[in-house]
């Protein structure tokens, strides 16, 4: 449930907004129905790991992964699909942290409701 409300929301709202709204709806959507942490880091990180290396696919297989290859060779990756596999572990890794913030935060929430301070 986690990986596919991170995955539409994420792929409609950036259209429109900036990169990192997947922290924003990571962090929400594992604070609010989050089952576990190793779900909300799991569930974050392969939700936005699929949708860049998609998004990154659709855009640059109809032009040869020309600017893929070129920004490759300028990172000093040298590979294009290298630099896919870091721009969606890297990503990945901020969506599942984010993910998992967004869980602890709700135990922390629920932890002080139930001590009363």
């Given at each position: 449930m986690v990986f596919i409300v991170i995955l539409i929301i994420c792929f409609f709202?950036?259209?429109i907004a900036p990169w990192w709204v997947i922290i924003v709806i990571s962090f929400a959507t594992c604070g609010i129905i989050g089952k576990t942490g190793k779900i909300?880091?799991?569930q974050s990180f392969l939700a936005i790991f699929l949708l860049w290396i998609g998004?990154?696919?659709f855009?640059?297989?109809p032009n040869d992964n020309l600017l893929a290859g070129?920004?490759?060779?300028m990172t000093?990756?040298?590979l294009w699909w290298v630099l896919l596999i870091l721009?969606?572990?890297l990503?990945?890794?901020?969506?599942g942290i984010s993910g998992y913030c967004g869980y602890q935060f709700r135990m922390a929430m629920l932890a002080k409701k139930l001590t009363g301070k």
């Open positions: 709202l950036q259209m909300a880091f799991w998004y990154a696919l855009k640059s297989l070129r920004v490759a060779v000093g990756v040298k721009t969606g572990f990503s990945g890794l901020v969506a």
